[in-house]
């Protein structure tokens, strides 16, 4: 996708427009770069003109745009009304930018998207597209609003995966889960969110790059990983630092949440995430049981044939927590 002259262009305008909405002091600018963060990843979703392309593109498209005339109404009204609007106007912007990430009850759309794109596009969906509508957030956050979204982005993220046996939309009820988590650090500080974010991205990276290079799309596919112990060692350990398991990567930005929760008194709502992510550590399961199946009919590990680099470089990525992760418990 990135050799490709057009789509190079693309993604650089999608890159421009999330960097405009950040750094723009007005509602307005922000709504602007929105828009065009928007247009440009249109293209990049639907560039093989296939149906299911077509589909995603166009479900992208209706809620993006019903999620930016939502925003624009709140910002409009905000200024043009008295400061008793004010309140009212900073639910709708936030309801509009969790639309526009994904987050629940808002979510009814992002499953059924990241299904019809490939796993590039779906990486950016998953992780740069939730930049700007954070960093939004944080200037208009409501905690009422943001603890139920909370609440409901770990329930559905978890309940909603469990009977999947599409890995994009595996990925996709994860992501929801995993936003719940970044709205409770982002609760704390954005310093916090910022340091979830990178980990989060880097895990997605290595899962997604897995599921790419070997052209996985549904679970049962990962049972006729053969012939590469090495592979199914590795997508294990990125599947167990995806959900967050100790002395892996993803454990330590969780771990930093939890301690936070607990020292500002959240308790019954990190309960509630703690136990949300045992659920999701079933359908991450469901996909490492099926790359270890059939083990015994491999003979040796052969890591000097066949074997690529990035493909050790992953399993790097998701084993680099374990001293972190082993420092901080101790």
Known sequence: MLFNPSSLVFLMTLITGTMISISSTSWLGMWMGLEMNLLSFIPLINKNKSPYETEASMKYFLIQAMASILFLIAILSMEMCDFSMNNQSSYLICSALMMKMGAAPFHFWFPGVMEGIDWVNCFILMTWQKIA???LISYKMINILTILVIFLSTLIGSAGGLNQNSVRKVMAYSSISHLGWMLS?????NSLWVIYFMVYSL??????????SHSIHSISQSYFIKHN?????TMMISMLSL?????FLGFMPKWLVIQNLAGQGYFFMLLWMVVSTLLTLYFYMRIMFASFMFM???VKWNLTKNSNELTSLTMMISMLGIPITTWMIL
């Open 229 to 233: 112990p090495a592979l199914k060692f």
């Open 185 to 189: 650090a982002m609760l704390i500080s």
């Open 296 to 298: 015994g009919q491999e």
């Open 133 to 135: 509508p954070f960093i």
């Open 243 to 247: 959900a967050g398991l100790p002395p």
């Open 203 to 212: 895990m997605n990276m290595a899962v997604v790059y897995l599921f790419h």
